[in-house]
């Protein structure tokens, strides 16, 4: 909103919208900053599209303002108790010349910095009056007693930002091991992308879900493709903001048929045409093993109904909003239709066809349309392994195409996360999209159990490596040492416990760590949202409603041994 202020960790920022003229801001003692806009100028300022922007002006619209903080506060679910509820009250000039002697308040006047008024391109400076009371027999207003506030996990509440996402804590001096720059000072990452690895029950996929909620309540959109039904629970939909889709039952969200849209240096916008239909045809090729002539009769089909449909399928086609693409239906029936190999080749993809995967309500939905939102998409009801690696590469071929046409980025906007990353790593293009994504603010988290299942050009631009345990099985932990260059014993591997792991990267040199996983973070949040302490039976009441029904105490004891939380005449706190 200012840059003028660096806010830290509980910093409050007070908003408020009222018939004012001119945006100001400014810093008021043991309160925090604030921010005055003008009714009509809301849009102004929160006019970009993170959740927590999103999150306010649907508040505003709602017209959930406090007039009252001391009575209203309890009932706005998304700001956390406090034990102090400061109450104030907004008087006119003309009622303050009106008052007792007795009852004048002290008038303290802060300069603020200036402003842009955006209806001029003068600079606004503002003063603002903070009215403080001196009645000195007279306590700070408190809030009714609440222990405890139900715990809201959303990607409204928090404000972490990037290098704020916790991986977990240093196994020897518990200091917090943060992503991506854990040291002041040092450079940026080469890029975002990230290797994770472990045998199974190790701990990956609850890391991974960790990471991926932390980075969400940070802003970053992401999308998980889906294999095992690891991510699709409504309660961590829910909590990352993110939507699922379950392709076996609504089709795969968008046409993987419209090329990508570019930008021309002129300004004016294309198609590229032919080299989204080479770079379908070949993911689908490598996906169902067609041979090079089968390959050639699907891109024929491809420009075929391209043709049918009045679109020239050669090079590039200008930006015109009234083309209509086809679909891989029309290429389904175009198959079908045809002559003997063409029969052949329908065959092949049959299974592509007979899920009814590509519905008509996405016929005009392009990848462009579903890409800058958060998505779960689940495929993990379709038994077909190709169907399911089919989906996936088509994916990354339409985010790389998309992101050819946008302008560079250097902060981390978007991630993707493929848990079972050996499916789409035998592909040329995934490995060109992995190694291109970082201009564009890009990361790519992929998970495997095995680290053979990684081919050495991926290795390379993967700058951050999470190793959990392999239940001491001495090739991999041979594999290991090589991968990470690892001087230590290998009984550092080989012992490496549920959670445990070896982060490698420029700011982490094998450190091992012991990471914040799923569980522990919910349970983590909800004694994070209590003032002064919780009981066992609450957590549990609390942890039920968002999924985790098991093993409270031993998780709430990890909490403690990681010094995240403590427990003191059974009631449960942050640590200092």
């Not at 079972?420 to 999209?433: G, M, P, Q």
Request: with cysteine; glycine share 6%.
């Amino acid at each position: 909103i200012n840059s003028d202020y660096e806010f830290r960790l509980n910093d409050s920022l007070l908003i408020c919208v009222d018939e004012t003229q001119n945006i100001s801001s400014g810093f008021v003692q043991e309160a925090g900053s604030y921010i005055k806009i003008p009714k009509n100028k809301i849009n102004e300022v929160f006019d970009c599209e993170s959740h927590m922007n999103k999150k306010f002006t649907s508040i505003f619209t709602q017209e959930l303002i406090c007039s009252d903080t001391s009575q209203s506060l309890e009932s706005l679910s998304y700001v956390h108790q406090k034990k102090l509820v400061f109450k104030t009250a907004e008087k006119s000039q003309t009622d303050i010349s009106k008052d007792s002697d007795n009852d004048k308040p002290v008038q303290k006047v802060i300069d603020t910095k200036p402003i842009d008024n955006n209806d001029a391109d003068t600079k606004v400076e503002a003063k603002v009056i903070i009215e403080v009371k001196e009645d000195n027999d007279q306590p700070l207003e408190t809030a009714d007693v609440i222990n405890v506030k139900p715990a809201i996990i959303s990607p409204s509440d928090s404000s972490t930002s990037n290098n704020e996402v916790v991986f977990g804590k240093d196994n020897r001096n518990r200091k917090s091991i943060y992503y991506p720059k854990g040291r002041p000072g040092s450079s940026p990452l080469p890029n975002y992308n990230i290797m994770v690895t472990g045998s199974s029950g190790k701990g990956k996929t609850q890391f991974i879900k960790s990471f991926i909620y932390q980075q969400a309540i940070s802003g970053t959109s992401f999308t998980v493709i889906d294999f095992k039904n690891d991510y699709s629970d409504k309660y961590f939909c829910k909590m990352c903001n993110a939507e699922k889709i379950e392709v076996k039952f609504d089709g795969i969200p968008y046409n993987p048929l419209i090329p990508r849209l570019g930008k021309r240096d002129n300004g004016g916008q294309f198609y590229d045409v032919s080299e989204h239909i080479n770079a379908i045809c070949a993911v689908l090729g490598t996906t169902f093993g067609l041979g090079i002539q089968q390959e050639a009769d699907l891109k024929k089909a491809v420009r075929k109904v391209y043709k049918l449909q009045g679109i020239n399928p050669r090079g590039i086609l200008n930006y015109d909003e009234t083309i209509v693409f086809p679909s891989f239906n029309d290429v389904g029936e175009y198959l079908e239709e045809g002559d003997k190999e063409l029969e052949k080749l329908y065959n092949r993809l049959d299974p592509l066809f007979d899920l009814n995967l590509f519905r008509d309500k996405y016929k005009s939905v392009g990848f462009i349309d579903i890409i800058e939102n958060s998505n779960i998409i689940k495929v993990s009801d379709i038994q077909n392994d190709k169907i399911k690696n089919a989906i996936a590469k088509m994916i990354i071929v339409s985010a790389h195409g998309y992101y050819l046409g946008m302008d560079h980025s250097y902060s981390l906007n978007k991630l993707f996360v493929f848990d079972e990353a050996h499916r789409i790593l035998d592909s040329n293009f995934v490995e060109k999209f992995i190694r291109e994504c970082r201009s564009f603010g890009v990361g790519l988290l992929l998970s495997s159990q095995q680290p053979d299942d990684f081919p050495e050009n991926v290795l390379g631009q993967l700058a951050t490596k999470v190793i959990h345990g392999n239940d001491g099985d001495a090739r991999l932990t041979r594999k290991i040492k090589s991968l990470i260059s690892f001087k230590g014993e290998d009984r550092v591997i080989n012992n490496l416990e549920t959670f445990d792991a070896i982060v490698n990267s420029q700011d982490y040199d094998n450190w091992k760590i012991d990471t914040l996983a799923w569980p522990q973070l919910i349970l983590l949040k909800i004694v994070e949202n209590a003032t002064d302490g919780i009981t066992l039976k609450y957590v549990i009441k609390e942890s039920k409603e968002k999924g985790i029904n098991k093993d409270w105490e031993h998780y709430l004891q990890m909490l403690i041994d990681k010094n995240y939380i403590t427990l003191s005449n059974s009631l449960y706190n942050l640590s200092e």
